[in-house]
């Protein structure tokens, strides 16, 4: 990288950690300024006035730590491999530009070519049941198989069946010497820095899904700390990132319908597996639900998180699909004609 690209980079990493900004913001800044040097020396008022906002006195800026560690993270990328994407970019997915508040650049490790492709969005609880498990598993295989790329976020659960779902198609493919190329990949995103692992337990998979072609995402850069509100940030680009969202399995309050919750707000399509309304699914929803309400009833838990069923969703109009392929069906079906109930006799 010649002086002239790491400064222009530097600049770009200056602007994206400044988290109270927008990405409008961000761009009014790098419209009015030319360097992360003037960056730095800018005061909270003077940002106030380019962006002509008004922040909170809560705010915290200090332009000369902001800078150092954007140049520690331009290191970093450099001597890890990392790519960063920025808002742009020809390679930035279309889809996430579509969203409020797009991130002003991705950092990535692997095929960034892959947010071009065909997509789904597969999301879930962490508290999983055997028939979830194994449908988060099937279609994530069947999705690959149809050159689509599986997109979630390496959680445990459903996300991290979903992920292996797809390389087990990878590799099964490859042992029987049949051409990968065909094949959609998967694409893990990172509620951390992208160079580490969260949870460290699925290190592996994440190994794995590299090795097989696949892409592993984030919007902090190398040695982020991970904050609670990061695993909601995290959502919106799942969601975001593909035209629709599948449940397989979820509870009340689960971070997987605020997933679903991003979707329908970004305009996209949201469909629940019937795994979500299996015999063990419904005793773990019935488990959770009651929890909440107590939560609720002692001011813990907000009236959001206890109201955000599957069923609301239901009830809001989305279907039900059995497995992969009745997802593509669905998707080409008129709006309406399927019923978004689950079919007792089919499902208990």
């Known amino acids: 990288m010649d002086l002239e690209s790491e400064k222009n980079l530097i600049f770009d990493l200056s602007l994206s950690r400044i988290s109270f900004l927008s990405l409008e913001d961000k761009k009014k800044l790098k419209n009015n300024i030319d360097s992360a040097d003037s960056l730095a020396l800018l005061s909270i008022e003077d940002i106030e006035k380019i962006t002509e906002r008004s922040f909170s006195n809560r705010i915290k800026w200090n332009g000369t730590e902001n800078l150092r560690m954007a140049q520690r993270a331009c290191h970093y990328c450099h001597q890890l491999g990392i790519q960063i994407v920025l808002y742009d970019d020809p390679a930035y997915p279309e889809l996430l530009r579509q969203i409020p508040d797009p991130p002003y650049l991705l950092f990535c490790r692997g095929d960034i070519s892959l947010f071009s492709k065909k997509s789904v969005s597969v999301v879930g609880t962490r508290k999983i049941s055997q ?3 194994i449908s988060a598993i099937d279609f994530g295989y069947s999705a690959a198989l149809d050159n689509c790329c599986v997109i979630s976020g390496l959680a445990n659960g459903v996300d991290g069946y979903s992920h292996q779902g797809a390389v087990n198609a990878y590799f099964d ?17 990172l509620p951390s820095g992208i160079d580490s692992i969260v949870p460290a337990g699925h290190k592996k998979l994440a190994e794995t899904i590299l090795q097989t072609g696949g892409l592993i995402v984030s919007e902090y850069e190398p040695g982020f700390p991970v904050y609670k509100w990061n695993f909601v940030a995290r959502d919106r680009l799942i969601a975001g990132l593909s035209p629709a969202t599948v449940v397989i399995e979820a509870p ?13 707000e970004n305009g996209r399509d949201v469909l629940f597996h019937e795994a979500a309304f299996g015999n063990h699914a419904v005793q773990i929803s019935s488990i959770v639900k009651r929890d909440l309400e107590v939560k609720h009833a002692a001011g813990t838990v907000s009236k959001y998180k206890l109201e955000n069923t599957p069923e609301k969703f239901l009830e ?20 309406g004609i399927r019923s978004s109930q689950p079919v007792q006799g089919e499902l208990f």
């Not at 309050?253 to 605020?258: F, N, P, R």
């Open 131 to 133: 028939n979830g498990k």
């Open 173 to 189: 493919a490859a042992e029987k010497k049949i051409s990968v190329e065909n094949l959609g990949k998967t694409i893990a995103v």
């Open 252 to 264: 009340a309050g689960s971070g997987a319908l605020i997933t679903a919750d991003f979707a329908l």
């Open 316 to 335: 809001a109009g989305a279907p039900v699909i059995k497995d992969y392929n009745d997802y593509v069906k669905c998707l080409a079906e008129m709006p």
